[in-house]
C-alpha cells in the first residue's frame, strides 16, 4: 500500500507542471493565410489577402495594431517620391496616407487601424497574442502554437506571412539569417535606435520660420504642412552626459492640439531582438530627455516655453535582423534603379544609415533612386509557406536602410497578401509559386488593379 501511495505521489508530482501549463486546443483554428505581426505590413497584407477573398487570421502581441507609428510614436511618414514629387507608393498605402496625413496622431492612427482591419469581415484579429512557436513539418510552415491570456491554440493555413519588425517569426522556424551590419565583417552591430518624446508650448510659427531661414537655404532642413525638420547646428552644442546617446538634427510631427513629437535622440550599442538590451537602452534615454528639453529651451528658436509631456511607451528600432531570401536586394540594385522580373513594388528612399557607432556617417547621399523590389526577396530560403512583410526581408544591411520605411514595408505587405491568396488558390506553395511566371504576372496585375503600383 505504502509503495502504491509513492508511486501515486511521484507520478503526481512529475505530471504537476504539465497541468500547470495552458493546454492547446485539440481542434485547431484554420485560415487560408496567418499574419503574425500587425506592423504596418501585417495590416496591408492582411487586407490584401482579405480582399482577395481569403479568410485571414492576424495576430499581434500588443494590445493594438501598428508598431512603430502607434508604439514608437514615429508620426511622420517617410515617404518615397517620384520623379515629379508626388507619392511614389499606392495601392493600401495611399489609403492610409489620405486619411492619416504625412504626420498625425498616433493614438488616432490606432483607432484607424482597428477600424480599418474590422471593416474587413474575412479578418479575424487577435491583439495581445503572441506566437509561442511555429507548427513545422519537414521544410514548410503549417502555422504556429498562439497564446491570448492563458489560452493557447494552434492556427493552421496553407501559407503564413511575417510581418513582425524583427523577423521573430522567420527566426525561430529557423530561417537564416543576419544581424544588423554583420555580412559587412566589421561588426553584428545595429542602426542607432531612437526615443521619441512629446513637448509643449513650441511656437511653430517660429520654428517654420527659423527652418525656412537658417536650415533650408542650405539644404539642413525643410517645412512640409505639419512635419519639420532642422536644427543641426543648434543641436551640435547639445553633450549628452551618456556616450551611448546623442542627438541630431531635429524631426518634428506637430500634432492637431499643436503639441510635437521630436525624434533626434540616437541610441548606439541597442541590440533590438534583446528585451534586456531594449529595456536598457530606454531607460538611460528616458533619464536623459529632460535635460535634452531643457537645451532646447535655451537654445533652439521657437522652443523657449516648450515642456516636456510624455516619452513614447517603447524605443523605435530601425534595424535588427535581415531574413536570407530566394533573392538578397543590395545596395547595388537601388543604385542601379534595378527593375526585376518578379517586381512586387517600388521605392525610392534614399540609403539612410544612421550611424552604428558615435561619430560614424553615412557612406551613401541622402538621393533619391526610383527602384523595384522582387518577390523572391519575401520568400524565405530554405523554408516553404512562409513570406516576410516588414523591415527584416530578405536585403543587405545597406538596402535595408532604403526599403526600412514604413510606405515600402506597407507595398511588401500588401503584395504578400496578394501573393498569398494567388498560392492559396491555386494550391501552391510560394517556393513553386515563384517557378511558374504567368502566376507572378497574374500577381502583378492584381496588384495593378487594386491601385498598387509595380512599375516604375
Same mark, same amino acid.
Given at each position: 500500500?505504502?509503495?502504491?501511495?509513492? *508511486? !501515486?505521489?511521484?507520478?503526481?508530482?512529475?505530471?504537476?507542471?504539465?497541468?500547470?501549463?495552458?493546454?492547446?486546443?485539440?481542434?485547431?483554428?484554420? #485560415?487560408?493565410?496567418? &499574419?503574425?505581426?500587425?506592423?504596418?505590413?501585417?495590416?496591408? #497584407?492582411?487586407? @490584401?489577402?482579405?480582399?482577395?477573398?481569403?479568410?485571414?487570421?492576424?495576430?499581434?502581441?500588443?494590445?493594438?495594431?501598428?508598431?512603430?507609428?502607434?508604439?514608437?510614436? +514615429?508620426?511622420?511618414?517617410?515617404?518615397?517620391?517620384?520623379?515629379?514629387?508626388?507619392?511614389?507608393?499606392?495601392?493600401?498605402?495611399? =489609403? &492610409?496616407?489620405? #486619411? +492619416?496625413? +504625412?504626420?498625425?496622431?498616433?493614438?488616432?492612427?490606432?483607432?484607424?487601424?482597428?477600424?480599418?482591419?474590422?471593416?474587413?469581415?474575412?479578418?479575424?484579429?487577435? *491583439? /495581445?497574442?503572441?506566437?509561442?512557436?511555429?507548427?513545422? %513539418?519537414?521544410?514548410?510552415?503549417?502555422?504556429?502554437?498562439?497564446?491570448?491570456?492563458?489560452?493557447?491554440?494552434?492556427?493552421?493555413?496553407?501559407?503564413?506571412?511575417?510581418?513582425?519588425?524583427?523577423?521573430?517569426?522567420?527566426?525561430?522556424?529557423?530561417? =537564416?539569417?543576419?544581424?544588423?551590419?554583420?555580412?559587412?565583417?566589421?561588426?553584428?552591430?545595429?542602426?542607432? $535606435?531612437?526615443?521619441?518624446?512629446?513637448?509643449?508650448?513650441?511656437?511653430?510659427?517660429?520654428?517654420?520660420?527659423?527652418?525656412?531661414?537658417?536650415?533650408?537655404?542650405?539644404?539642413?532642413?525643410? &517645412?512640409?504642412?505639419?512635419?519639420?525638420?532642422?536644427?543641426?547646428?543648434?543641436?551640435?552644442?547639445?553633450? /549628452?552626459?551618456?556616450?551611448?546617446?546623442?542627438?541630431?538634427?531635429?524631426?518634428?510631427?506637430?500634432?492637431?492640439?499643436?503639441?510635437?513629437?521630436?525624434?533626434?535622440?540616437? +541610441?548606439?550599442?541597442?541590440?533590438?531582438?534583446?528585451? @534586456?538590451?531594449? %529595456?536598457?537602452?530606454?531607460?538611460?534615454? %528616458?533619464?536623459?530627455?529632460?535635460?535634452?528639453?531643457?537645451?532646447?529651451?535655451?537654445?533652439?528658436?521657437?522652443?523657449?516655453? $516648450?515642456?516636456?509631456?510624455?516619452?513614447?511607451?517603447? *524605443?523605435?528600432?530601425?534595424?535588427?535582423?535581415?531574413?536570407?531570401?530566394?533573392?538578397? !536586394?543590395?545596395?547595388?540594385?537601388?543604385?542601379?534603379?534595378?527593375?526585376?522580373?518578379?517586381?512586387? #513594388?517600388?521605392?525610392?528612399?534614399?540609403?539612410? !544609415?544612421?550611424?552604428?557607432?558615435?561619430?560614424?556617417?553615412?557612406?551613401?547621399?541622402? %538621393?533619391?533612386?526610383?527602384?523595384?523590389?522582387?518577390?523572391?526577396? !519575401?520568400?524565405?530560403?530554405?523554408?516553404?509557406?512562409? *513570406?516576410?512583410a516588414s523591415r527584416a526581408f530578405s536585403a543587405t544591411y545597406q538596402a535595408a536602410g532604403s526599403a526600412r520605411v514604413v510606405p515600402t514595408t506597407m507595398a511588401m505587405g500588401e503584395a504578400a497578401g496578394v501573393t498569398a491568396a494567388v498560392a492559396v488558390e491555386y494550391r501552391l506553395t510560394p517556393h513553386f509559386l515563384i517557378r511558374r511566371k =504567368?502566376?507572378?504576372?497574374?500577381?502583378?496585375?492584381?496588384?495593378?488593379?487594386?491601385?498598387?503600383? &509595380?512599375?516604375?
Open positions: 500500500m505504502r509503495r502504491v501511495v509513492l *508511486l !501515486l505521489i511521484l507520478v503526481f508530482t512529475l505530471a504537476l507542471p504539465l497541468l500547470a501549463q495552458p493546454a492547446v486546443y485539440q481542434v485547431p483554428e484554420r #485560415a487560408d493565410v496567418l &499574419v503574425v505581426g500587425g506592423s504596418p505590413g501585417g495590416i496591408a #497584407a492582411a487586407l @490584401a489577402a482579405a480582399r482577395q477573398g481569403r479568410s485571414v487570421v492576424l495576430i499581434e502581441p500588443r494590445p493594438f495594431l501598428g508598431t512603430v507609428l502607434t508604439g514608437a510614436m +514615429l508620426n511622420t511618414f517617410d515617404l518615397n517620391h517620384r520623379d515629379d514629387g508626388g507619392n511614389l507608393v499606392e495601392g493600401i498605402f495611399a =489609403e &492610409v496616407f489620405r #486619411a +492619416l496625413g +504625412l504626420t498625425f496622431d498616433p493614438r488616432a492612427a490606432r483607432e484607424f487601424f482597428a477600424r480599418k482591419v474590422a471593416s474587413e469581415r474575412r479578418i479575424r484579429v487577435y *491583439l /495581445s497574442t503572441q506566437f509561442l512557436h511555429p507548427v513545422r %513539418k519537414g521544410n514548410a510552415v503549417l502555422g504556429s502554437i498562439v497564446q491570448h491570456r492563458g489560452r493557447r491554440w494552434m492556427i493552421l493555413a496553407p501559407v503564413t506571412i511575417d510581418a513582425t519588425d524583427d523577423g521573430d517569426f522567420a527566426a525561430a522556424a529557423g530561417a =537564416e539569417y543576419t544581424l544588423g551590419r554583420e555580412e559587412s565583417g566589421i561588426d553584428r552591430l545595429m542602426q542607432a $535606435a531612437t526615443l521619441v518624446f512629446r513637448v509643449g508650448g513650441v511656437d511653430w510659427a517660429a520654428v517654420t520660420d527659423y527652418i525656412r531661414k537658417k536650415d533650408k537655404p542650405f539644404r539642413r532642413g525643410g &517645412v512640409r504642412f505639419g512635419y519639420a525638420w532642422g536644427y543641426r547646428e543648434v543641436v551640435k552644442g547639445f553633450r /549628452s552626459p551618456d556616450p551611448k546617446i546623442a542627438a541630431v538634427d531635429l524631426n518634428l510631427g506637430r500634432q492637431p492640439d499643436g503639441t510635437v513629437w521630436v525624434n533626434s535622440l540616437q +541610441l548606439f550599442g541597442v541590440d533590438g531582438t534583446s528585451r @534586456a538590451s531594449r %529595456k536598457d537602452a530606454y531607460t538611460r534615454a %528616458k533619464r536623459l530627455v529632460p535635460a535634452f528639453v531643457s537645451y532646447l529651451r535655451d537654445h533652439a528658436p521657437g522652443f523657449e516655453s $516648450a515642456y516636456l509631456i510624455e516619452v513614447a511607451p517603447e *524605443l523605435y528600432i530601425r534595424e535588427t535582423r535581415h531574413i536570407k531570401g530566394l533573392y538578397v !536586394l543590395s545596395a547595388g540594385d537601388i543604385l542601379t534603379h534595378r527593375i526585376f522580373w518578379d517586381r512586387i #513594388a517600388v521605392a525610392s528612399y534614399p540609403i539612410d !544609415l544612421h550611424p552604428y557607432k558615435p561619430g560614424e556617417r553615412s557612406p551613401f547621399a541622402p %538621393k533619391r533612386r526610383i527602384y523595384t523590389i522582387p518577390l523572391r526577396s !519575401l520568400i524565405v530560403r530554405g523554408i516553404d509557406n512562409l *513570406l516576410v =504567368e502566376l507572378v504576372g497574374l500577381i502583378q496585375l492584381r496588384l495593378q488593379d487594386t491601385g498598387a503600383r &509595380v512599375d516604375p
